[in-house]
T-cell receptor
Framework: GENVEQHPSTLSVQEGDSAVIKCTYS??????FPWYKQELGKRPQLIID?????GEKKDQRIAVTLNKTAKHFSLHITETQPEDSAVYFC????????FGQGTILTVHP | GAVVSQHPSWVICKSGTSVKIECRSL??????MFWYRQFPKQSLMLMAT?????????EQGVEKDKFLINHASLTLSTLTVTSAHPEDSSFYIC??????????????FGPGTRLTVL
């Protein structure tokens, strides 16, 4: 089955800095890669996703890149704000989602 | 988007009792729903895939006789935790894909159910 590795497990940045979270996956058949933000006790919230036929996608301060050859994808958040503080999960799927271990992002004012 | 609801949002029960959690797709029909479990400070782990009108598909290591899944309609899937024990205490989240939205890949998550077994 699919295996997704996510790094780092914790990330602390100053407000205004950029944050980068990286994930690798094992199954070359995976074709959809969403990123979720989860606040304590709440449901995962989709923040951006990318499909295997695209190398990069951007939505305002958030971008995702995908390298199919290397089987890794990354989340980039620019101009971080304190409200970006949360747990972020990457996932990969060909049908069913396999999640990474999560990254606790803390943005200090 | 698409809306998925879950009920109850939290439940406390005694060890040995059974607890039923409902997952509903409110504005679309979902032939497939997914059930996840999330322990504190951990990731979401897929427990099973719920298929409307047929048996659920369980992930390796998940006891199908303990976690009963019923998907009797296109908008409702239920998860019953039978003979619950303290180690079953967790955050249970369901999701569903809306085949009518985009490529149909995105999963829409319910708000989750916090189960505490005393």
């Amino acid at each position: 089955g699919e295996n997704v590795e996510q790094h780092p497990s914790t990330l602390s940045v100053q407000e205004g800095d950029s944050a980068v979270i990286k994930c690798t996956y094992s199954d070359s058949a995976s074709n959809y890669f969403p990123w979720y933000k989860q606040e304590l006790g709440k449901r995962p919230q989709l923040i951006i996703d990318i499909r295997s036929n695209v190398g990069e996608k951007k939505d305002q301060r958030i971008a995702v890149t995908l390298n199919k050859t290397a089987k890794h994808f990354s989340l980039h958040i620019t101009e971080t704000q304190p409200e970006d503080s949360a747990v972020y999960f990457c996932a990969a799927t060909k049908g069913k989602l396999t999640f990474g271990q999560g990254t606790i992002l803390t943005v200090h004012p | 988007g698409a809306v998925v609801s879950q009920h109850p949002s939290w439940v406390i029960c005694k060890s040995g009792t059974s607890v039923k959690i409902e997952c509903r797709s409110l504005d679309f029909q979902a032939t497939t729903m997914f059930w996840y479990r999330q322990f504190p400070k951990q990731s979401l782990m897929l427990m099973a895939t719920s298929n409307e009108g047929s048996k659920a598909t369980y992930e390796q290591g998940v006891e199908k006789d303990k976690f009963l899944i019923n998907h009797a309609s296109l908008t409702l899937s239920t998860l019953t935790v039978t003979s619950a024990h303290p180690e079953d205490s967790s955050f249970y989240i369901c999701s569903a894909r809306n085949p009518g939205e985009g490529a149909g890949d995105e999963q829409f998550f319910g708000p989750g159910t916090r189960l505490t077994v005393l």
